[in-house]
């Protein structure tokens, strides 16, 4: 997720949701977005660059958590062209099916990182290095701990961690995004770092650029990465 | 000129003659054939010497000032050659001290007559004393008679009436120029992120004025407004209105309305101002950061869109084919479409395609081929479309602009909900970008101007606030917030605690403004970067 429309929806304040509810309405966003979401982010070179962090420092045959992948563009491809055993996991169909055809030699699951329980359940961890690009912003504030901490917990000790946002200082609010209502939350870049850190990891990569996404009416934004290390045993 | 041998260049002495017709004939032949003002009253000095004086000096007034005394130097003298000197008089420039023969300051002196030496006549037409002419006899010469008199009466009064019309073809020639130099297009400097080329011919090639005009309007946010329009007829009441026109289309630009709202606001105000006439405008708006251009057409031909390889085509606009403007409530869309970097935008009149004998889709076709196969500088692609368009009575104008965008890194943008921490976490972006753009030196003006706004907003704002920065030749900060009043200066009282952020802007920043915009405002400034 990388871009918003300036004006936010009329049901700006967040409304009193289940997860359930709520995990419903952002995954029927990204089942409307389908392929646009590659037409309108087209570059991507922030996300090469982390993934290309990341790609450094694993061995061959290394197993990756792919969190919110999406199309399975760019990242997941390339970690499966690099050998890496991928894992995508997301919350909708849609995407996953355009993973799934993007690319095949990696597993894709149907899920909501949230639901695991400290067991790595049936996703075969524990993984050697997790990726999520533009997933968290999807999650209201108080989940984002929780789902780096369960990121945390399904890696092994030492595992790396590359991450990116949006650099915007909101939490869980309405927005169109290319077309499909949905509620985006975000931190401006000291404040994600503090949260990371928080989750038991310590940053050792950051990068900030400013992105120009190619379709109407949508502002340029600044897209934070941050490479990470798993902390303690 | 007759002069009987023997007499040198003086008349003989002897008994009046009837007035010579033939010589006054030619006279007034030569006079009225004159050449300005000064020219004329050279020229009337040479039919009066040595003919009827040996001296004469003629003087006019500063038409300038009408009714104010002659200058004190005589624009023309000529004097009979002296003995000996075998020469033809001359006539002389302007003598640079004051002559004692010259009258001083005062109403010219209309002095002398039949029997004196020194003959005065003023010089005067359509009820304006418009100068006079001084014509001296030496001693060798008997005084001026009755005839002289008359002679020289006649010669003046058809001199003066030269002098008239010099001046009045004078004043018109300034005036034309006045009305041509505030009529004729000229845009400002190009804005940061695009290239600027255009090209005007008026049809009317006398008053080098017409119906056509042309804009570039510098929006806030580093938008550019790209404007060209057509009024039906030439020469100067198409270029009344059109400068009528040109001059709404500035002030609705400048309330950032959108460009079908422009044009249709145009459409009301021409139907105001002139209600039989007929106008095409063609509106883009080009966002350098977004790369983006909307377009709106009343009834203009289409404009073209050169990509970056040379693909060239006709922007077949939504309802660009509709009503021109001033004829009421024409159907306007905006169209929006990419512009990449390096691609073209050519707007351009119907003089540059349209020529009776030629059907102008054709026309069209051809000028779509010529602007594709066209590469190099701006410059040459309007010579090179201006040679094609030929010669043609009609208005031409020809405005292109190359889109160069601003570099996504050179553009920041955040959202942030408000709250008591806003306006430090901004000073912190804007101190990380500065650092950034290695503009460190002037980051405490910017932050300092940027904290107050984002105060501002935040005091106003309901929902998000948005945040910009923008490095182009300045630097640009705006911040964007949901409530539509627009910031007024004001002098706070002395226990005020508000208040006095827009004047630590003012007075930090080089420019400093506000903008209407969907969904609330965004107020803005720029800080120039320290050579």
Not at chain 1, 127 to 156: E, K, N, W, Y
């Amino acid at each position: 997720m990388a871009e918003s429309d300036p004006a936010p929806t009329a049901a700006g304040a967040a409304p009193d949701l289940t997860r359930q509810e709520f995990r419903a309405l952002q995954a029927a966003a990204f089942d409307r977005i389908g392929e646009r979401y590659d037409e309108a982010f087209p570059h991507k070179e922030g996300q090469e660059q982390a993934v290309t962090w990341l790609l450094q420092r694993l061995r061959p045959g290394a197993r990756v958590l792919d969190a919110g992948c999406g199309t399975g563009l760019p990242s997941a491809r390339r970690l499966a062209d690099a050998g890496m055993a991928v894992t995508g996991v997301d919350i909708s169909p849609v995407m996953l099916d355009l993973a799934r055809r993007n690319v095949p030699e990696a597993r894709f699951l149907e899920m909501d990182l949230l639901d695991l329980g400290e067991e790595t359940g049936g996703l075969g961890g524990p993984f050697d290095a997790a990726v999520a690009f533009f997933c968290l912003l999807m999650l209201p504030r108080r989940d984002i701990g929780p789902a780096l901490r369960r990121l945390h917990g399904l890696l092994v000790p030492g595992g790396l961690l590359t991450l990116s946002m949006v650099e915007i200082d909101m939490d869980d609010v309405g927005f169109q995004f290319l077309g499909a209502p949905v509620r985006v939350t975000g931190y401006l870049r000291d404040d994600l770092r503090a949260v990371v850190e928080e989750a038991g990891f310590e940053v050792q990569y950051t990068d900030a650029i400013s992105y120009a996404p190619a379709t109407t009416q949508a502002p340029p934004e600044v897209q934070l990465f941050l490479g990470c290390q798993r902390r303690g045993g | 000129m007759a002069a009987e041998p023997g007499q040198g260049s003086r008349l003989p002495p002897g008994p009046p003659r009837p007035p010579d017709l033939a010589f006054l004939r030619a006279a007034t032949v030569r006079l009225t054939g004159a050449h300005g003002p000064a020219g004329a009253a050279r020229l009337l000095c040479e039919e009066l010497v040595p003919r009827l004086a040996d001296t004469a000096r003629v003087y006019l007034s500063d038409p300038e000032g009408e009714g104010r005394p002659p200058r004190h130097h005589p624009v023309a003298v000529r004097t009979v050659a002296a003995p000996g000197d075998g020469g033809a008089p001359e006539t002389g420039a302007p003598e640079t001290e004051a002559h004692p023969a010259g009258p001083g300051p005062g109403p010219f002196p209309a002095t002398g007559g039949a029997g004196t030496r020194t003959l005065a006549v003023p010089l005067e037409a359509c009820g304006r004393r418009l100068g006079g002419a001084i014509l001296t006899r030496g001693p060798g010469r008997p005084p001026f008679d009755d005839s002289a008199v008359l002679l020289a009466g006649q010669l003046t009064a058809v001199a003066a009436l030269a002098v008239h019309h010099a001046q009045v073809e004078l004043s018109h020639a300034a005036i034309t120029d006045v009305v041509r130099q505030s009529l004729r297009p000229e845009p400002p400097p190009p804005p940061p992120g695009v290239e600027i080329a255009h090209r005007y011919r008026p049809g009317d090639r006398r008053m080098l004025v017409g119906g056509d005009w042309f804009d570039v309007i510098p929006l806030s946010g580093c938008r550019v407004a790209l404007v060209v329009g057509d009024v039906m007829g030439h020469g100067l009441q198409a270029a009344a209105l059109m400068a009528q026109l040109r001059t709404s289309v500035q002030t609705l630009a400048a309330l950032e309305l959108p460009p079908d709202q422009v044009l249709r606001s145009l459409d009301d105000i021409a139907r105001r101002l002139a209600g039989e006439s007929i106008t095409t405008c063609l509106y883009a708006v080009y966002d350098p950061v977004v790369r983006r251009c909307g377009i709106a057409s009343a009834g203009h031909l289409p404009p073209i869109l050169v990509h970056r390889d040379g693909r060239a085509e006709l922007l077949g606009l939504e309802a660009s084919t509709g009503l021109p403007i001033g004829l009421g409530r024409p159907p306007i869309e905006t169209t929006e479409i990419a512009a990449d970097d390096d691609s073209m935008l050519i707007l351009y009149t119907d003089g540059l395609v349209e020529r009776r004998d030629h059907d102008i889709d054709n026309r069209l076709e051809r000028l779509r081929a010529t602007a594709g196969a066209a590469g190099g500088p701006l410059e040459k692609l309007c010579d090179v479309l201006l040679d094609r368009a030929g010669g043609t009575d009609d208005d031409v104008t020809l405005l292109v602009a190359r889109f160069r965008g601003i570099p996504s890194e050179h553009v920041a943008g955040w959202f942030l909900e408000p709250h008591s921490r806003t306006p430090g976490q901004v000073r912190a972006l804007v101190r990380r970008t500065l650092q950034d753009w290695g503009l460190s030196g002037i980051s405490w003006r910017v932050e300092l101007a940027a904290g107050e706004l984002v105060a501002n907003a935040c005091r106003h704002a309901t929902r998000l606030i948005s945040v910009r920065l923008v490095l182009t030749d300045v630097v640009l900060f705006e911040v964007g917030d949901d409530d539509h009043r627009l910031p007024v200066l004001r002098s706070p009282g002395e226990l005020d605690e508000q208040g006095r952020g827009l004047h630590i802007v003012a007075d930090l920043a080089e420019r400093w403004g506000s903008t209407r915009v969907a969904g609330g405002k965004t107020v803005w400034f720029t800080v120039q970067p320290s050579p």
